[in-house]
Nanobody
Framework: VQLQASGGGLVQAGGSLRLSCAAS????????MGWYRQAPGKQRELVAA???????NYADSVKGRFTISRDNAKNTVYLQMNTLKPEDTAVYYC????????WGKGTLVTVSS
């Protein structure tokens, strides 16, 4: 499975961005799709994930601000990020778990104060 992430950029604190991740196969076949991030000097961490049944899981730090969604008809998963904070600055990676893990190339999100 190949994943292509897009939508990163520079935004001021309080602003919004939407990340997209397009999969090379039908996402109906992918159990869990998610977004992770890695800030400089820190480990990669889960931001949000969504199963095929619609169950979601969010990092505490983004609950209420970020929303993950998936459009299986477009083979795409999204991450809507609102009320962004400087501490959200990181490289964001798309992940697909289907018994194996596939990762997309990261997309950089920079939030200025």
């Amino acid at each position: 499975v190949q994943l292509q992430a897009s939508g990163g950029g520079l935004v001021q604190a309080g602003g919004s961005l939407r990340l997209s991740c397009a999969a090379s196969v039908s996402t109906f076949s992918i159990n869990t799709m998610g977004w992770y991030r890695q800030a400089p000097g820190k480990q990669r961490e889960l931001v949000a994930a969504m199963t095929n049944s619609g169950r979601t899981n969010y990092a505490d730090s983004v609950k209420g601000r970020f929303t993950i969604s998936r459009d299986n008809a477009k083979n795409t998963v999204y991450l809507q990020m609102n009320t962004l904070k400087p501490e959200d600055t990181a490289v964001y990676y798309c992940n697909a778990n289907y018994g194996m893990d596939s990762w997309g190339k990261g997309t950089l999100v920079t939030v200025s104060s």
